[in-house]
């Protein structure tokens, strides 16, 4: 008889210290990766690490940590730490944090006010409107109803609409993250992100409670060493990140 059914495999979290970083390390990893079926990520550390999420059966994942042992040429690893880790489920190999593209928040104020959100994916910028705004609180979890895309050219436009306005209330880059590749991840109603703007800082997620027209989603910001619970940062910083004006300054001055 066959013996019971393996599981899905394992997963370890490794660290290869050594010249790994600028050598094309994580690109040969993913190349890699790829050929032996493994998932999870790729990232580089700011101390000069890098580190790597493997998952999948288990001949494939020591066979990626063998690989890892040696890298890319160029490389020169000097030690491979592996830890028992989890399977996180990802359904790819992803670098991760290096910029996927910009975000804006505008804060805009039109038969309703809110402020939009959005995300460079593909060259266009998918977009959320927030009517209470982004926060820092992991416990506000905020209505974000998806709109239409934008162009990139409108990410920076500030000034009166004049049945409103628009400010730039904050900018920056963002990483994609989570399980499933973007814009797949956006599709299926559940995406991840760290954003690296002047203000808003760190992991949010976006998860989608209601399909339809107009889907409802909700914007949420996860618990790291950003997050800021308590805080209010609408309320505490409304200035545009361009002009420092506020949107009622904008708007009075159309
Ligand atoms: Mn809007």
Do not use: C
């Amino acid at each position: 008889m066959a013996g019971r059914a393996k599981a899905k495999g394992k997963g370890v979290r490794v660290t290869v210290r050594g010249r790994v970083q600028a050598v094309g390390f994580r690109e040969a990893a993913v190349r890699r990766a790829g050929e032996l079926g493994v998932l999870g990520w790729v990232r580089n550390e700011d101390d000069g690490t890098v580190v790597v999420q493997a998952e999948g059966p288990d001949a494939a994942v020591d066979a990626l940590v063998e690989w890892l042992g040696e890298g890319p040429r160029g490389a020169a690893v000097e030690e491979v730490e592996v830890e028992k880790g989890k399977v996180e489920g990802h359904e790819q190999f992803a670098i991760r944090g290096v910029s996927a593209g910009a975000f804006v928040i505008q804060e805009h104020q039109a038969t309703a006010h809110h402020w939009d959100l959005r995300l460079e994916v593909d060259g266009v910028m998918r977009s959320w409107a927030v009517p209470k705004g982004p926060s820092m609180d992991p416990a506000q979890k905020r209505l974000a109803v998806q709109v239409a895309d934008h162009e990139k050219s409108h990410n920076d436009f500030e000034g009166g609409t004049g049945e409103g306005g628009v400010i730039v209330w904050d900018r920056g880059t963002y990483e994609q993250g989570g399980r499933v590749p973007w814009p797949e991840a956006i599709e299926r109603g559940h995406a991840v992100f760290v954003l690296h703007g002047e203000k808003l800082e760190g992991g949010f997620a976006l998860q989608r409670t209601r399909p339809g027209e107009k889907p409802q989603w909700l914007l949420i910001k996860r618990k790291d060493d950003a997050a800021r619970p308590g805080s209010d940062l609408v309320a505490e910083s409304p200035g545009s990140v361009v002009s420092g004006k506020t949107l009622a300054e904008v708007i009075a001055a159309d």
